[in-house]
């Protein structure tokens, strides 16, 4: 006799649903899930974030859509509006639903919505675990741009002096001194950074990188929310000129994990690049974050910023992920 057939079990129809209809228990194993996924791929407490998130749903406060089947959320995606630009903060799609059909039709929700709004002419996002890469809505009015995720396991650190075409740099002792970080770095910062991506491949992925009040607000963001991690202070560094005291560089550092650091923005002023400055920076934080207790630092880098990536390789970071950042403009 015939063995019969059983048939194949049917994945449950996912309803699209307003994030505000939502409280922060409906989506308990969802955003459970998300924080053991960046736990295991990234060394990343994602856990303070989370809270944010189920905070802001029982507010009913957070603008988004979730994927909802038999009364299980199976993805989510969230965006906040900022003056004239739209940033989609985040995408999830737990394993046992994540299909591209499944992670762009929350994208698609969430672009109406935000092209709905009359004073969006800009959308952002950088989505570290969404894992569709094409047939994005919008094609038309989307530019990406591939993004490394780089890991450095401490122990194989090479931080020793600074090299350049076979001779050493010593920018700490000729034209550039180095302080921890202070909060009175913060408005000179921002003034740095608009200076240093003027024309740089990053002010088109993040334009707040193109003005000085923009600038003022990614560092607001990035020392008082854990998008970036918990901000370290201890490991961030500032490098200043010898003669007139004008800041030049910044290596800002986070806690991701409290074993793992984050270096969250590194750059240098354009008339002291190529002196070795930012390989001190970048030296002298991840020095701090080792004596913390830092097994592991990990960053971030555009994949087209060749020069940089060959300095954080030869310190000793190897890619360990990479995922796209996405701006639609001019709809």
Same mark, same amino acid.
């Given at each position: 006799?015939?063995? %019969? ?17 939502? %409280?922060?228990?409906?989506?308990g ?9 960046w ?7 994602? #856990?303070?974030?989370?809270?944010? *998130? ?16 038999? +009364? ?25 639903? %994540? ?19 009359? =004073?969006?002419?800009?959308i952002?996002? =950088?989505?570290?675990m969404?894992?569709?890469?094409? #047939? ?28 350049r ?18 909060? =009175? ?13 003027q ?16 600038a ?32 030049? +560089? ?17 750059? *240098?002023?354009?008339? *002291?690049? $190529?002196? $070795? ?11 701090l974050? %080792?004596?913390? +207790?830092?097994?592991k ?18 310190? #000793? ?5 990479k ?9």
């Amino acid at each position: 006799m015939a063995a %019969r057939l059983e048939p194949a079990p049917r994945a449950p129809s996912l309803s699209l649903v307003d994030l505000r209809d939502l %409280r922060s228990g409906d989506l308990g194993l969802l955003l459970d899930e998300e924080v053991e996924t960046w736990r295991q791929l990234l060394d990343w407490d994602f #856990g303070k974030s989370a809270e944010l *998130v189920r905070r802001f749903l029982d507010m009913r406060a957070l603008s988004g859509f979730a994927l909802v089947g038999d +009364g299980e959320a199976a993805g989510y995606a969230y965006y906040v509006l900022e003056e004239h630009k739209g940033l989609i903060g985040d995408i999830f799609v737990r394993d046992a639903f %994540r299909t591209v059909e499944n992670e762009n039709r929350l994208l698609e929700s969430v672009l109406a919505s935000l092209i709905a709004a009359p =004073q969006v002419g800009r959308i952002e996002s =950088q989505l570290m675990m969404c894992h569709s890469t094409g #047939g994005l809505p919008m094609p038309r009015y989307l530019n990406s741009f591939e993004r490394n995720f780089m890991m450095l396991e401490m122990p194989r650190a090479v931080l020793g002096p600074a090299r350049r075409w076979g001779r050493a740099l010593v920018p700490a002792t000729s034209r550039v001194y180095f302080e921890k970080w202070a909060d =009175q770095h913060q408005e000179p910062a921002a003034q740095l950074i608009a200076a240093a991506y003027q024309d740089h491949v990053d002010s088109l992925i993040n334009d707040q990188y193109r003005s000085v009040g923009g600038a003022r607000r990614f560092l607001f963001n990035i020392v008082q929310y854990p998008g970036c991690g918990t901000f370290y202070k201890p490991a961030s560094v500032a490098a200043f000129e010898r003669v007139s005291g004008r800041l030049c +560089g910044i290596c800002l550092a986070s806690l991701v994990m409290p074993y793992c650091g984050h270096i969250t923005q590194i750059c *240098v002023a354009p008339w *002291v690049r $190529g002196t $070795g400055v930012g390989y001190e920076l970048l030296r002298q934080s991840l020095t701090l974050l %080792r004596e913390a +207790g830092c097994r592991k630092t990990s960053l971030t880098v555009t994949a087209s910023n060749r020069e940089a990536i060959k300095l954080y390789e030869d310190v #000793g970071f190897t890619t360990i992920r990479k995922f796209f950042a996405y701006v639609w403009e001019g709809f």
